[in-house]
């Protein structure tokens, strides 16, 4: 018996493959309603927006919650540097020299497999620090690190660091507290990889980027992001379609623009707001 659309046999199909579209966009019927459902949806408020002003010139949401005293401590141990769309930070088992703390790039934490397959774990930006395994007294990682949106970041030696979070103690209960934040992320991540579909995985890794940069607009290519979905590149290509025939993003040649960020939060799995709750409850002062 041929399935159809209408059969509810027919969405349990479609769920049981990881990475395929949950709405058959080549029927272009099922097109106009999706579009017209993203649509329809109403703005999801941003509750995240710490309560405490970051001082002057401080992007870095740990850093800006640092008492004065141990932000000077950090400032005066670390270096302002650019980090590159592609650029590797660190390589898998490599000693990571440098801890980062984004200002407004963005990096991406990939996991590699032997057939050199790769899909992106997490990514981190002015909301977090880089280079968790030397908090936890592990001189490197499995996973490697990678520039994904060019923009700044502080960084500090890692003999600096240690001795840092030695005599820092609100900077240590921030770190404890982000990497309890980067354990549950990476836990919503995987089932979010399993069971949530294309159109909504992009949606909500492009709000994610979208906060960790600051800016609606930023260098992405559709090849960069079926990479880091892990995902084949024709699946992004149409996901993004919808999303753009929705008056939700424009892209251009590598660049992309959230124009309706709202319509993008409804369009995007539960994943996107229990991750965004998450850090506004952890990440306090
Ligand atoms: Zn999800």
Not at 205 to 220: K, Q
Not at 240 to 253: C, D, F, Q, T
Request: with cysteine.
């Amino acid at each position: 018996m041929q399935i159809q659309p209408a059969d509810p046999g027919y969405w349990k199909l479609q769920r049981r493959r990881p990475g395929t579209l949950l709405v058959p966009f080549w029927d272009p019927f099922w097109l106009v309603m999706a579009v017209q459902s993203i649509q329809a949806e109403t703005h999801v408020r941003d509750k995240s927006v710490p309560t405490q002003s970051a001082p002057a010139g401080i992007r870095n949401r740990i850093l800006g919650l640092l008492p004065p005293r141990e932000l000077e401590a950090v400032l005066d141990r670390s270096e302002m540097v650019t980090i590159q769309s592609k650029e590797v930070i660190y390589r898998r088992d490599e000693p990571i020299r440098y801890i980062h703390f984004p200002e407004d790039c963005v990096i991406s934490l990939i996991t590699e497999l032997e057939d050199g397959d790769s899909v992106e774990a997490m990514t981190i930006g002015a909301d977090g620090f880089v280079g968790i395994a030397v908090f936890h007294q592990v001189p490197s990682s499995r996973l490697k690190a990678i520039g994904q949106i060019t923009g700044e970041a502080r960084r500090i030696g890692t003999d600096d660091f240690r001795r840092l979070i030695r005599d820092c103690e609100n900077l240590d209960r921030l770190l404890h507290r982000y990497s309890q934040f980067v354990f549950e992320t990476v836990s919503q991540s995987a089932a979010c990889n399993r069971l949530h579909v294309i159109e909504q995985r992009c949606a909500r890794w492009l709000l994610m980027s979208e906060d960790r940069v600051g800016r609606n607009h930023f260098d992405l290519t559709q090849e960069f992001l079926a990479a880091m979905l892990g995902v084949r590149r024709p699946g992004v290509t149409v996901a993004m379609g919808v999303l753009e025939k929705a008056g939700l993003i424009s892209h251009g040649r590598g660049t992309i623009t959230v124009t309706n960020r709202g319509g993008l939060e409804a369009a995007s799995c539960e994943c996107y707001k229990t991750i965004k709750q998450r850090q506004s409850e952890l990440i306090t002062s």
